[in-house]
């Protein structure tokens, strides 16, 4: 059975800095403040968004976190935008904001990719292409260790 999902309404990140990390995130996204957690007499976590696309990002101050998180270097997600010509907005808002960010890769039938670090580390993938095929066809992709396009396979590796 199928869950009746419609979208994803928020990712949440534990941040080193709750005020930095949140002014990054509004300055990056253009999202607005929408709710803020008020614990052990200061914020400890907000929730930063974006109306019309519909979608929210949660920032949760580390050590009030349940275990401490650290995801240095981990790619959370990935934001959808639908054209080559859209990612290079995503590089003229990175570059306006003096926001460092990754080589912009052709990941073939997948697209483009880039990678944009956040204060902490934490990598915001940002993708133009399709990211599935259609329903019922496998793609297996093969990363090599430099840049480039990746391999394809048709069959899984993964038996579970």
Not at 76 to 100: H, K, N, W, Y
Not at 141 to 150: A, I, L
Request: charged residues 20%; hydrophobic residues 45%; proline residues 7%.
């Amino acid at each position: 059975m199928k869950l009746p999902i419609v979208g994803v309404r928020q990712i949440k990140l534990p941040v080193s800095d709750l005020a930095r990390s949140a002014r990054w995130y509004s300055d990056l996204f253009g999202l607005e403040l929408a709710a803020e957690f008020y614990e052990d007499s200061a914020v400890r976590g907000i929730v930063l968004a974006d109306h019309a696309a519909g979608f929210v990002i949660g920032l949760r101050q580390r050590e009030y976190c349940a275990s401490g998180p650290v995801l240095d270097g981990f790619d959370v997600c990935a934001f959808m935008v639908s054209t080559p010509e859209q990612m290079s907005m995503v590089v003229a808002r990175c570059v306006d904001l003096g926001i460092a960010h990754g080589e912009i890769h052709d990941r073939g039938e997948f697209g483009i990719a880039m990678d944009v670090a956040d204060p902490d580390g934490t990598i915001l993938r940002f993708v133009a292409g399709s990211h599935t095929g259609p329903p019922g066809i496998f793609a297996g992709v093969e990363f090599g260790r430099g840049p480039g396009p990746p391999n394809f396979y048709d069959q899984p590796r993964l038996n579970f």
